[in-house]
T-cell receptor, first 113, second 114 residues
Framework: GAGVSQTPSNKVTEKGKYVELRCDPI?????LYWYRQSLGQGPEFLIYFQGTGAADDSGLPNDRFFAVRPEGSVSTLKIQRTERGDSAVYLC???????????FGQGTRLTVV | KQEVTQIPAALSVPEGENLVLNCSFT??????LQWFRQDPGKGLTSLLL?????REQTSGRLNASLDKSSGRSTLYIAASQPGDSATYLCAVSRSGGGADGLTFGKGTHLIIQP
């Protein structure tokens, strides 16, 4: 596709369950980012990949959150033992390289009940 | 720690008016600044990107300025239209070491009255 694709668009899960959120970046973009956006707030940085490696994961809130990008394209954000406070919209973005224009997906709305 | 502030938080104006949205940031060590638009329940659409060495960028009815030394940017919208109604977000590049990605403000919720 032409843009950044995120699946699923909506996810409802029970507290304590494990979830995976997928991001398919724009073809050829080496940089990929995950953000979390709560209601009424701006997006909050979680993690940045350059190629296959996580260059900066300083925004991950705790060790329940983990992300991978094994082939330098698609990325998966994984959340273990979900908590109600994890409910938010998770946004993925990609860019051609470091410090270049970022293009965002439509987001995954995660609701933990 | 970088902090980004956007003023006003909300703005409602009649169609046809020119308007200015403000953004300020606390750490001037940035690579670039980007303005986005977000429609309800949607992702972010990039409007303009200004490199740290630039003073302004223009796209159609939009003009963004950057004063890096004072930590300020403005987004000017000319001849506003109802379709401009959205939340406008300002973001600055994270810097230092291998850092990348953006630090965002909370946004300005803009309503253009027909």
């Amino acid at each position: 596709g032409a843009g950044v694709s995120q699946t699923p668009s909506n996810k409802v899960t029970e507290k304590g369950k494990y979830v995976e959120l997928r991001c398919d970046p724009i073809s050829g973009h080496t940089a990929l980012y995950w953000y979390r956006q709560s209601l009424g707030q701006g997006p909050e940085f979680l993690i940045y990949f350059q190629g296959t490696g996580a260059a900066d994961d300083s925004g991950l809130p705790n060790d329940r959150f983990f992300a991978v990008r094994p082939e330098g394209s698609v990325s998966t954000l994984k959340i273990q033992r979900t908590e109600r406070g994890d409910s938010a919209v998770y946004l993925c973005a990609s860019s051609p390289g470091a410090h270049t224009e970022a293009f965002f997906g439509q987001g995954t709305r995660l609701t933990v009940v | 720690k970088q902090e980004v502030t956007q003023i006003p938080a909300a703005l409602s104006v009649p169609e046809g008016e020119n308007l200015v949205l403000n953004c300020s940031f606390t750490d001037s060590a940035i690579y670039n600044l980007q303005w986005f638009r977000q429609d309800p329940g949607k992702g972010l659409t990039s409007l303009l990107l200004i490199q740290s060495s630039q003073r302004e960028q223009t796209s159609g009815r939009l003009n963004a300025s950057l004063d890096k030394s004072s930590g300020r940017s403005t987004l000017y919208i000319a001849a506003s239209q109802p379709g401009d109604s959205a939340t406008y977000l300002c973001a600055v590049s994270r810097s230092g070491g291998g850092a990348d990605g953006l630090t965002f403000g909370k946004g300005t919720h803009l309503i253009i009255q027909p």
